[in-house]
Nanobody
Framework: QVQLVESGGVSVQPGGSLRLSCAASTYTYSGHFMGWFRQAPGKEREGVAAIYIGGVTTYYADSVKGRFTISRDNAKNTLYLQMNSLKPEDTAMYYC??????????????????????WGQGTQVTVSS
């Protein structure tokens, strides 16, 4: 099973930017979805963004659309989440995830935590003045 390691989480002021990275230990096949999720204390884990590695399909949660961008560097087996115009409500532990089944999913399925079988340990993002 692929191992995922996130990095890049720090404390930042509102309006700032961050880029999270997720390094995969093995090649994640082009026909698989990968995603970013976040979980704030006392809240359920929610899907933030997902990308179909082999194509141009990307999905975003409404709360981050226009501010966050998911991308991937295939040569480096690394997934990214560029976060701009950060808000205090973006504060959470951020996780990356990989799907092992290779299916194509609708937005609802791609942003559901139950779609993914491999998870990283998380990286903390805090947005505060």
């Amino acid at each position: 099973q692929v191992q995922l390691v996130e990095s890049g989480g720090v404390s930042v002021q509102p309006g700032g930017s961050l880029r999270l990275s997720c390094a995969a230990s093995t090649y994640t096949y082009s026909g698989h979805f990968m995603g970013w999720f976040r979980q704030a204390p006392g809240k359920e884990r929610e899907g933030v963004a997902a990308i179909y590695i082999g194509g141009v399909t990307t999905y975003y949660a409404d709360s981050v659309k226009g501010r966050f961008t998911i991308s991937r560097d295939n040569a480096k087996n690394t997934l990214y989440l560029q976060m701009n115009s950060l808000k205090p409500e973006d504060t959470a532990m951020y996780y990356c995830a990989a799907d092992s089944r290779g299916n194509w999913y609708t937005r609802e399925r791609a942003l559901s935590q139950y779609t993914y079988s491999a998870w990283g340990q998380g990286t903390q993002v805090t947005v505060s003045s």
